[in-house]
Each structure stands twice: as structure tokens, then as C-alpha cells.
């Protein structure tokens, strides 16, 4: 069964249920309130009856004599029953003999005086004086005053069920009446919930289309969001998640790519080098093995990079933490770069001797191979005479390690994107430079695996800012 159709049989089945027990509250709201009618009716109909017993009340002070002589309490009803006779009687009688016999035989007895029989006489405690002997709880009662104060109780029996064809008939007809807005009800609800459980599940039906979509990688998929709610929220993820699959789309394909036009250019080297050779257009030299020698150790740098890469990219990058002391490992490494920026015309600005002893959790080695990266490419990149400046600084418990160099710079557009893999800046990135674009990328990954963060900023220097925050050891 399909969800549309489960949906649809629980909207109608809920709306069934809710007709049903409302046409059966219904119902039998409306038996017991016209019976509360009915009752309210009959009780002001005794009023006559009361004023003939508080009459009898007053001439005896009591009712015992009602208690011991039953003629009276017939004798009560039966002028009750007269005097509703009279007002029955029409105003002008003819002078005619048949209406000369008495009242009692030729007037019927009117409807409401039907209830006589159920009639009975309590005293003030509700104890039974006279009448159809029967349980207090029975009866509707209504009080008998004299000067205020209640001497008695009339009690009118309650009926076990109506049987009145003229109450029938309107109860009948209530219900009829009920049936029938129960099934207009019911049809109402049955279009209702056809409506619902299509419009409900529109919007996942697009989801489900777009993800068949995604499957057949149509990454440029996208679905129409028409509300806030939960499929509309889900909606909105679902467009977010089809960006991040059309951009790593993208930076595949690009990877690709680059790595082809990479391997591509050290290989064409090495190829020309070797055919002039056997050519003879070129002797094999030392000169030629050297440039050899060269391209291989290019092509095994960048073998060596992707491989990195692919650790990372896995979560299988074995880090042996320790407590170390980044500051003193990116010194030793600036010392050891010491000649080559002399040779390159660069100024380096060391650390500060007299530097606290900071100490961070990580992996020493991979933590020198971030700063040889770093180092690397302010060699490959400045321009000379340049400058290198590293600096030091603490904020809530983190420390922040500085590296900034000289012109030139890296353009503002290319700044979130230089640690993206084989990301070169069309500017000062060139691959004129001889890198691979990977080193950056590779500094990224093993500074997020130690908790920590790496950001590209603009120099001060005119340059490129990398900013190194590693979490400050506890201990």
C-alpha cells in the first residue's frame, strides 16, 4: 500500500471515528435534554396540585390525614383534574340538552394530565406520605411551601422511556437529522482527506524525484520550497546537499584535471630528454641526468602528496601525539632554511628568543612537514629582496603562530580558496613557481587532525599571512 493511501485511509478512518462519536454525543444529548424539557414541563404543570395541597396544609398543619384517608389525595386530583376541565370548556356553551350533563363525562381528559398516576406525596424529608410506592432517587420533585417554608414534596415519577407517539415522532426525527449531517459529514470528510494526504506528500514525492534525480547525477537538480515547515525544511537541506554534490562534481572533475596536466609536464620533459637522447640530437650527460633526476623527484613528490592526501581524506592519518613545543620545532626548521633564504635574498625575522615555553599535543614530525610547506613556498613565492617575519601571540588558551612574508601577494578572490587542492593563484601562484598546489592542502588536513585551525590572511608585509591556532596543552 502506498503512503498516499495510507495517509488517505487515516484521515478517513479518524474522521469517522470523530462523526460517530459525535453523532452518538449528540444523540444522547439531545434524549436527555428533552427529557430535562419534558420533566420542566410536566413539574410547572402541578402547580394547581400544590396550591390545593398548601391549602390542605394549612386547614390540618400536617398530612397525616392524607397519610390515613386516600379520598382525600383522589379528592385533590379529581378537582385539579375539574378545574383543567373548565379552562378546557369553550367560552360560549349552547343551550342544548346534551351539553347539560356534567363536565366530567362529556370534556376528555386533557394530555398532560397523564401523569396523574405518577404523582406521589412526600413530607419534608422526602419521606413518602402518599402514592405509588417507589425509591426517593425516582421521582422529580418540586417543594411545598407554606409561609416560606417547605412542608412537602411533590414527586413526579420518572418515566423508564418515552413512549409519547408525539415525542417519538420529534426524537425520530432527530435523529434522521443527525444521519443525515453525518453522512454529509462523512462525504466532506472523504474529499477532504483526499485533498490532504495528496498535498502532504507533494512535496516528498518531489524529493523523491529529485533524489532518483541525483542518482542518475543530475547534480543541478533543485526542488521549489513553498513552506517552512518540516518538508519544507527538508527541502531546503535536500537543495543544499545537491550544491555540495555539484561543487565536489566539479572539484573532481578540476582534480582530475589538474593531476593530468601535473603528471603531464614532468613526463613531457622527461620524454623529450630521453628521445633527444636517442636521437642523438643530445648526448647523455651529466647535465641531462640531473634534469632527469629532477622531473622523477617532481613526479614523486606530487606521488608522494596525493597519497597524503588520500590518508587524510580517509581518517586513517596516524599521528603519534605528544606533548611538544611547536615554537621550538618551527625554530629549528627556520634555522635550518637559514642559507637557502640567504641565497634567495630573503630576510628572515625570527621568533624572540626570551618566548615562553608553550606546549601543545601533536605529532612533531607532521607538525615540521606544515612548516617546511610554509617555508617552502615563501622560497618559491617572494620576491627578492624580501622578508619573512613569524610572530607569536596567546588568546583564550590557544596559541597563535604567524608567518608573513613580502610581495607578492595572493588576490583577494583567491584567498578561500588557496587551501583547495592543486589551487594555484593565476598571479603569484604560477606554475612557473614549480609547485604542486597540494602542500597547502596537506598543511590543512594534519593541523585539523591536532584540533587545531590554519587560515589564509593578506600580509601587512604586502604579502601572504598564514595564521597556525593550536589548542595549549593542559599539562
Not at 606530487?302 to 581518517?315: E, G, Y
Request: overall charge neutral; proline content about 5%; some cysteine.
Amino acid at each position: 500500500m502506498k503512503l498516499n493511501t495510507r495517509l488517505f485511509f487515516a484521515f478517513l478512518l479518524s474522521y469517522i471515528v470523530i462523526v460517530v462519536l459525535m453523532s452518538g454525543i449528540m444523540h444522547y444529548y439531545a434524549i436527555r435534554n428533552f427529557s430535562d424539557y419534558i420533566r420542566d414541563v410536566e413539574l410547572k404543570q402541578l402547580n394547581d396540585t400544590i396550591a390545593s395541597l398548601e391549602t390542605e396544609y394549612k386547614r390540618y398543619g400536617n398530612w397525616e390525614h392524607i397519610r390515613t384517608n386516600p379520598a382525600i389525595w383522589n379528592g385533590i386530583l379529581r378537582s385539579v383534574m375539574e378545574s383543567h376541565r373548565i379552562k378546557m370548556a369553550p367560552p360560549h356553551m349552547p343551550d342544548d340538552e346534551s351539553f347539560r350533563q356534567p363536565l366530567s363525562e362529556k370534556m376528555p381528559l386533557p394530555p398532560h394530565l397523564d401523569m396523574i398516576p405518577r404523582l406521589m406525596l412526600f413530607d419534608k424529608d422526602k419521606h413518602p406520605v402518599f402514592g405509588k410506592t417507589d425509591s426517593a432517587g425516582n421521582y422529580f420533585f418540586k417543594a411545598i411551601a407554606v409561609d416560606g417554608k417547605t412542608v412537602g414534596w411533590i414527586g413526579l415519577h420518572r418515566p423508564e422511556h418515552i413512549s409519547d407517539p408525539l415525542q417519538m415522532k420529534f426524537l425520530y426525527r432527530q435523529s434522521r437529522a443527525f444521519i443525515i449531517i453525518g453522512i454529509i459529514i462523512l462525504i466532506l470528510a472523504t474529499l477532504v482527506s483526499l485533498f490532504l494526504s495528496r498535498q502532504i506528500l507533494l512535496p516528498v514525492k518531489r524529493l523523491a524525484e529529485g533524489a532518483h534525480a541525483l542518482t542518475s547525477r543530475r547534480f543541478d537538480t533543485r526542488i521549489d520550497i513553498h513552506s517552512s515547515d518540516e518538508l519544507g525544511q527538508l527541502s531546503m537541506e535536500f537543495n543544499q546537499m545537491a550544491d555540495t554534490l555539484e561543487r565536489y562534481e566539479f572539484m573532481r572533475k578540476q582534480w582530475i584535471t589538474d593531476i593530468s596536466h601535473e603528471l603531464r609536464t614532468p613526463l613531457a620533459v622527461m620524454r623529450a630528454e630521453i628521445e633527444a637522447a636517442q636521437d642523438g640530437i643530445r648526448d647523455l650527460s651529466n647535465e641531462t641526468l640531473q634534469s632527469l633526476h629532477s622531473e622523477v623527484m617532481l613526479l614523486s613528490r606530487i606521488v608522494d602528496d596525493l597519497h597524503s592526501l588520500s590518508i587524510i581524506d580517509s581518517n586513517v592519518l596516524s599521528l603519534r601525539m605528544e606533548n611538544i613545543n611547536p615554537v621550538e620545532i618551527a625554530g629549528n626548521l627556520i634555522a635550518a632554511f637559514k642559507s637557502r633564504f640567504e641565497q634567495s635574498g630573503i630576510k628572515v625575522l625570527p621568533f624572540p628568543d626570551c618566548r615562553p615555553e608553550i606546549r601543545v599535543m601533536g605529532d612533531s614530525e607532521r607538525l615540521a612537514q606544515v612548516f617546511s610547506n610554509i617555508l617552502e613556498n615563501t622560497l618559491k613565492y617572494t620576491d627578492s629582496p624580501g622578508t619573512l617575519k613569524t610572530g607569536l601571540s596567546i588568546e583564550d588558551d590557544e596559541l597563535h603562530m604567524i608567518f608573513e612574508d613580502s610581495p607578492p601577494g595572493v588576490p583577494a578572490q583567491s584567498m578561500p580558496y588557496l587551501f583547495e587542492r592543486l589551487y594555484k593563484s593565476d598571479i603569484s601562484r604560477s606554475r612557473q613557481k614549480g609547485g604542486s598546489g597540494l602542500g597547502l592542502s596537506i598543511s590543512k588536513g594534519i593541523i585539523e587532525a591536532m584540533k587545531g585551525r590554519i587560515i589564509a590572511e593578506t600580509s601587512n608585509l604586502g604579502g601572504l599571512k598564514i595564521r597556525i591556532i593550536l589548542p595549549i596543552s593542559e599539562q
